[in-house]
């Protein structure tokens, strides 16, 4: 994808400072994560230029903070984790088969949080899913799950708790500072938040997560993984 490329010019810096000052920049990144980007998550920044009728450095810019690659993800993996900034964050999903895409959101969890609430979808809740393919049981997800965790030095500073429903401890849990969601789920910590308001609790900090991309600029799925088109770091199969 042509994005790519532009971050290698060491006047890359200085273009994201700029745009992110443009004032309908968080306008328009809203909208990409909102509308555009779950219809067409393999778009081009010329594309993205062109529908929005913006500058092709602001589609540059936004992309990049709603899109990475694999090689991307690896590159954030090598570094140091900062002091996190929060206590207790809170991120959920299926883990069917751990790829680049649940690897990246973890990263972002343990980078942000001392304490990562990991949720994973019950065997129930996951058979109302609608999946392409049939889910692993749960505790084969779960072992999955740790034994990568174990893997990064991780493993003692999280807590799996099983999701019966898309919220889980999520609308309840007053000690809980900051949701991750991908591109895709945000509008689920929008429901949470609103579910907390009502039950008097205060909000989550949302923080989406970049949505990791496959070699054809598709999303990383366990659904695609699982019906052979790709591997757990977005390579082709057959």
């Not at 594309?47 to 694999?70: H, N, Q, T, Y």
């Not at 304490?115 to 129930?124: A, K, M, N, Q, R």
Request: one cysteine or more; aromatic letters at 8%.
């Amino acid at each position: 994808m042509s994005e790519k490329k532009y971050k290698n010019d060491p006047l890359w810096s200085i273009l994201v400072d700029v745009v992110k000052t443009l004032p309908h920049f968080q306008e328009h990144l809203a909208h990409v994560r909102d509308e555009i980007l779950p219809k067409r998550p393999n778009i081009s920044a010329e594309e993205l230029s062109k529908i929005l009728s913006i500058p092709l450095g602001e589609a540059l810019v936004i992309l990049d903070e709603l899109r990475e690659f694999p090689c991307e993800v690896e590159e954030e993996l090598s570094r140091s984790l900062p002091d996190p900034e929060h206590e207790r964050v809170a991120l959920g999903g299926t883990f069917s088969k751990l790829h680049y895409g649940h690897i990246r959101l973890l990263l972002e969890g343990f980078r942000l949080g001392r304490t990562v609430i990991i949720g994973v979808t019950t065997d129930e809740f996951a058979g109302k899913l609608g999946k392409k393919y049939t889910v692993p049981p749960f505790e084969t997800r779960v072992d999955g799950l740790k034994s990568f965790l174990r893997r990064m030095g991780w493993i003692d500073r999280c807590e799996i708790l099983p999701l019966h429903d898309p919220y889980g401890v999520t609308v309840v849990d007053p000690s809980l500072e900051v949701l991750i969601t991908s591109p895709f789920t945000h509008y689920r910590g929008v429901e949470i938040n609103e579910i907390r308001s009502r039950r008097g609790l205060r909000p989550l900090r949302i923080v989406v997560c970049p949505l990791v991309v496959a070699w054809d600029g598709k999303p990383i799925s366990s659904t695609r993984i699982f019906l052979g088109e790709i591997n757990e770091r977005g390579e082709p199969l057959g």
